[in-house]
């Protein structure tokens, strides 16, 4: 059952979903994202392979190097070349899936792999495994802004808290769009991700501010088109604790005035446990939310960096 209010689609690869579409009729389900993301997202699955009329069970298909970019052909018949129908649908599928807001990938398939996928020389043996799914490929090239992850880089806390955080930021830009950009919705939005971009891309925040600044010069969709393509790009830079540290710093400076001595030095003490590592950033989090709820501010409760995602997901848990 999901415990997302509204439906934010998240493409997948069917397998990871416990699809039974691998070559030999198994799957790859993956736990995190079947048993809980499931639970967040409505996912549409595709098995590029399936798609292209490939059967179950059926032989496995290898990355080939040639001139021109790999070419994916099967392993037993090697006059089996599916590189142009698994580009067309990794094409087909950027366009007409246009409402989904992330994608999930399984790593090392040369239809689905993201990065890292062997490519076969001509002697047999694999080069350095530097290949791109021929699906993802295209996909990707077709929509550059769309937050796109492997299933086994989402075990990593960080990298899963990011990708998260970019699928939420993704839907809520194509919610702005479909009510109608204007240029004050796209201040308030820049505004809104302030100390996500700080704990991220600090740099790229001022450069972002410039551009929203030239609304009046150029045109708003040519300058909206720009922001949502940088945003994008500066949030895949992962947060540190370092960067969350300088964030939360920030944060607490607008309680200076109306927290007791003892308050605050609580409050110091919790970001420098989290800056040492010897709490998670949920801590201080934690008590930065009680305290902003008994003194509420404006501008701060209009911060995504507080609340990127739902809090039962527990993605801040593990940084
Ligand atoms: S990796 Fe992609 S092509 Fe292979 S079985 Fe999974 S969904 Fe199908």
Redesign the pocket.
């Known amino acids: 059952m999901s415990v997302h209010n509204g439906s934010i689609k998240i493409g997948i690869?069917?397998?990871?979903l416990g699809q039974p579409?691998?070559?030999n009729g198994g799957h790859?389900a993956s736990e995190l994202c079947r048993d809980v993301l499931s639970r967040y997202f409505d996912f549409v699955p595709?098995?590029?392979?399936?798609a292209i009329g490939l059967s179950t069970p059926r032989q496995p298909i290898r990355l080939v190097s040639h001139p021109e970019g790999p070419r994916a052909v099967g392993t037993v018949d090697l006059s089996l070349d599916v590189s142009e129908s698994l580009t067309n649908l990794g094409k087909q599928t950027a366009e007409e899936l246009d409402d989904i807001c992330g994608y999930i990938?399984?790593q090392k398939?040369p239809?689905?792999?993201m990065e890292r996928v062997k490519v076969y020389r001509d002697n047999g043996q694999p080069a350095d495994p530097v290949g791109r799914?021929l699906?993802a490929a295209a996909l990707m090239q077709a929509r550059p802004d769309l937050p796109v992850e492997e299933d086994g880089r989402l075990n990593d806390p960080v990298l899963r808290e990011n990708f998260i955080t970019r699928v939420f930021v993704y839907a809520e830009w194509q919610k702005l769009v479909k009510a109608g950009m204007s240029r004050h919705g796209l201040i308030r939005f820049h505004e809104r991700y302030k100390y996500l971009l700080m704990a991220t891309a600090r740099k790229q925040y001022k450069q972002l501010g410039q551009l929203v600044a030239q609304c009046g010069v150029v045109a708003l969709s040519t300058v909206a088109a720009q922001y949502f393509s940088q945003l994008m790009a500066a949030l895949k830079q992962p947060a540190n604790r370092g960067t969350h540290t300088n964030v939360l710093q920030h944060l607490s400076g607008y309680l200076k005035h109306v927290l007791s001595s003892e308050d605050k030095q609580e409050l110091q003490e919790l970001i420098q446990q989290y800056r040492k590592g010897v709490v998670p950033l949920v801590s201080p989090l934690t008590l930065l939310k009680h305290h902003f709820r008994r003194h509420p501010d404006a501008y701060i409760a209009r911060q995504a960096y507080l609340q990127p995602h739902p809090e039962t997901l527990g993605l801040r848990n593990a940084l």
């Open positions: 690869s069917a397998c990871l579409v691998r070559y790859k595709i098995c590029p392979e399936k990938l399984m398939s239809s689905c792999g799914g699906f």
